[in-house]
């Protein structure tokens, strides 16, 4: 084999060799770093606590219970007709993060979300009765001054979403199984 | 290192040692009769000090490890039993505690030090760098010990912090999450910190040795900011310095002392002795107070960065970047020659010039009014017209990080060839008004993000945004050059005749005889 013959392409046989054995120290390289990257990802026993059920029944009218969900509060708010009222008769399109009420619910009078705030992540103040509720009676982050109204809607203040609504399903007319 | 022109050792077991593995060799080469300039004044501690608090850093945090447990059930019952049954157990911790503060100290004094006397100067860049990152990683360090104990501003600092990440575009959510170890900061986290927090203390102590490394390369800097010439220079590493550096160090440890033994919890915040409550938020989430200037520049970016912002900003940049950046102004836009993009690469700068003012003041202008007044009829009307590109949150994140990396390129920025600020009246008083705006961003970084402190906190981030992007590139150009002395002997001579010259003065005025 002539040198020419060898090089006509541009480039040698040692070149092919030097990209292949990159390639797969690379490839190698890749698959043992990422069983030590992914082992920071969530557990399976962790994951496997992603689904409750929470009983109803007991929640009054204008009343809120508080439960854990995934390490995370998830509030749940048995809603008045007038906090209904209040969240259906928003210009939706003047929001920050635009939503209708019913997008957020699946009944009207049960409002179930994630109680983080979208911000930074504090808990928002407007479960107990003598919380403070802000300016559009929901909650009120105490952190850094967001309000959201009695949708959970993100309506003043730094953080940019509403409060996530987890996925949930009613299994029974009082009781909804979250995650 | 070869052995050959090694000077033998007078004991027979140093000797021994030496002729086999030159470590006594070596140290008296680095630590002994190392020439460094003979001008020092007690900035030129820190460094030394600094080494012993990570020392004692490290000593202290091994001892509480065979103590403390890691498990969110547990570990804030593990730090208060070391508090009142470990035999000494609060005294280690109090030492821990208030030595992570001190060390800071040390270190930020050591960094105003190499800023005011131009240490980060060629040749000593990549040394200045080092130095940088392991601020970076003291910072990480610092970060998770204090989630360790899994106090209420242990947990709270820990989402805040980790939360940031989910500014990110796209990969955000996912990086939180991969951080946590779950759906919120939890056990997972905890045990993670816990174990990133044992060893990053010792990648510390390597690259700190890379440090030492580096400037045992390139010599240390001194106040004159001018190179040794020769031997009447400098004075020998030991007893000189080595003196020197112990007087300096134990006053500091004094003041260490008297926080550790007095008022151990003075720096400390009362809240993280309540246990970590994922359902109660504390009413004012603070960091540590080292962590605070940073924490003022992410909390000052309360708008978002809207299309007009931005192209306000680039042209202003443009036009700092044309008159500053560059030691002779182009004649044609730099960027437009580089693409050879058609019709733009022949328009003078002349005429170019004004007309990136001209943007700059409109867009600047609108793109405020959009994002500092969104209530404001105009801004409502021409939101529409321009998208938010970054959002507020975003921006503080970037603006954090910004901050860390000006610090990073400084040594390319600062192209003036004198180094210290003794030569250089105007950078004078930039660096030293740099140092009264970090203690300014301290403050208020600790204050609630609302009304008054949040003006302050934006006029004092975009000081210290300034120093490096107009100031220093403005004083390349146009600081005046006085001549500096020849030599570092010259330069103290000098001084001491200055002085001298000035006590003179007062006694003549003294005397009645010479008034007359």
């Not at chain 2, 021994?16 to 002994?32: A, C, H, I, Q």
């Not at chain 2, 939360?163 to 056990?187: H, M, Q």
């Amino acid at each position: 084999m002539s040198m020419d013959e060898d090089t006509k392409d541009g480039g040698s046989r040692r070149d092919f060799l030097y990209l292949t054995a990159a390639a797969f120290g690379a490839v190698g390289t890749g698959s043992v770093a990422w069983p030590f990257i992914h082992q920071m990802n969530p557990a399976a026993d962790t994951k496997a606590l992603s689904t409750i059920e929470v009983d109803l029944a007991p929640i009054e009218q204008g009343q809120a219970i508080t439960v854990m969900w995934q390490g995370k509060p998830v509030f749940i708010r048995h809603r008045t007709a007038k906090e209904i009222e209040e969240a259906r008769t928003v210009d939706v399109s003047s929001l920050r993060d635009s939503q209708t009420d019913e997008e957020r619910v699946e009944k009207p009078e049960w409002l179930i979300m994630v109680g983080v705030c979208t911000h930074l992540g504090c808990i928002p103040l407007g479960q107990k009765t003598g919380d403070v509720k802000g300016d559009y009676d929901g909650w009120f982050c105490p952190c850094h001054g967001s309000h959201y109204d009695s949708s959970g809607r993100i309506r003043k203040g730094p953080a940019p979403k509403n409060l996530p609504v987890p996925p949930y399903a009613f299994v029974s007319d009082t009781k909804i199984k979250i995650g | 290192m070869g052995s050959g022109n090694r000077q033998p050792f007078d004991n027979p077991v140093i000797e021994w040692v030496d002729s086999r593995l030159p470590v006594f060799t070596l140290m008296n080469k680095e630590y002994g009769v190392f020439p460094t300039p003979k001008n020092f004044n007690y900035f030129w501690n820190f460094g030394a000090i600094a080494m012993v608090m990570l020392i004692l850093m490290l000593v202290t945090g091994i001892t509480l490890a065979m103590h403390y447990a890691a498990h969110t059930d547990v570990a804030f019952s593990s730090v208060e039993r070391i508090m009142r049954d470990v035999n000494f157990g609060w005294l280690i911790r109090y030492m821990h505690m208030n030595g992570a503060s001190f060390f800071f100290i040390a270190v930020y004094i050591h960094i105003f030090r190499g800023l005011y006397y131009g240490s980060y100067k060629q040749p000593r860049e990549l040394l200045w760098m080092l130095g940088v990152l392991i601020l970076l990683l003291m910072m990480a360090t610092a970060f998770m010990g204090y989630v360790l104990p899994w106090g209420q501003m242990s947990f709270w600092g820990a989402t805040v912090i980790t939360n940031l990440f989910s500014a990110l575009p796209v990969v955000g959510p996912g990086i939180v999450e991969w951080l946590w170890g779950g759906f919120a900061v939890d056990n997972p986290t905890l045990n993670r910190f816990f174990s990133l927090h044992y060893l990053l203390p010792f990648v510390i102590f390597a690259v700190v040795f890379l440090h030492v490394w580096a400037l045992h390369v390139t010599g240390s800097n001194n106040p004159s900011g001018i190179e040794p010439n020769g031997p009447q220079d400098t004075i020998p590493f030991h007893p000189y310095y080595t003196m020197k550096d112990t007087a300096g160090l134990l006053l500091f440890l004094l003041i260490y002392c008297i926080f550790t033994f007095f008022m151990p919890n003075a720096l400390g915040h009362p809240d993280n002795y309540i246990e970590a409550n994922p359902l109660v938020t504390p009413a004012h989430i603070v960091p540590e107070w080292y962590f605070l200037p940073y924490y003022a520049i992410l909390r000052a970016v309360t708008f978002d960065t809207n299309l007009f912002l931005l192209i306000g900003l680039v042209c202003a940049a443009y036009l700092v970047a044309v008159n500053l950046w560059f030691t002779k102004k182009p004649e044609n836009c730099p960027v437009a020659t580089t693409f050879k993009i058609p019709v733009l690469q022949d328009i003078p700068m002349k005429a170019l010039e004004p007309l990136m003012a001209a943007g700059a003041v409109l867009f600047l202008g609108i793109g405020g009014m959009i994002a500092f007044m969104p209530d404001m009829g105009m801004a409502k009307m021409m939101d529409a017209a321009a998208p938010v590109l970054v959002e507020a949150k975003l921006g503080g994140v970037l603006a954090m990080f910004g901050s860390i990396a000006m610090l990073f390129v400084l040594p390319f920025i600062d192209r003036h060839p004198y180094r210290s600020a003794v030569f250089r009246p105007w950078f004078k008083v930039a660096v030293l008004l740099l140092t009264i705006d970090f203690f300014v961003l301290t403050y208020v970084g600790g204050k609630p993000a609302e009304g008054l402190y949040v003006l302050v906190a934006q006029a004092a981030t975009a000081y210290y945004f300034a120093f490096f992007l107009v100031i220093i590139p403005f004083l390349n150009k146009f600081e005046p050059r006085v001549p500096l002395p020849p030599s570092i002997h010259q330069y103290v001579l000098d001084k001491k005749a200055k002085k001298k010259q000035k006590s003179d003065d007062y006694m003549n005025a003294l005397k009645p005889e010479a008034a007359e």
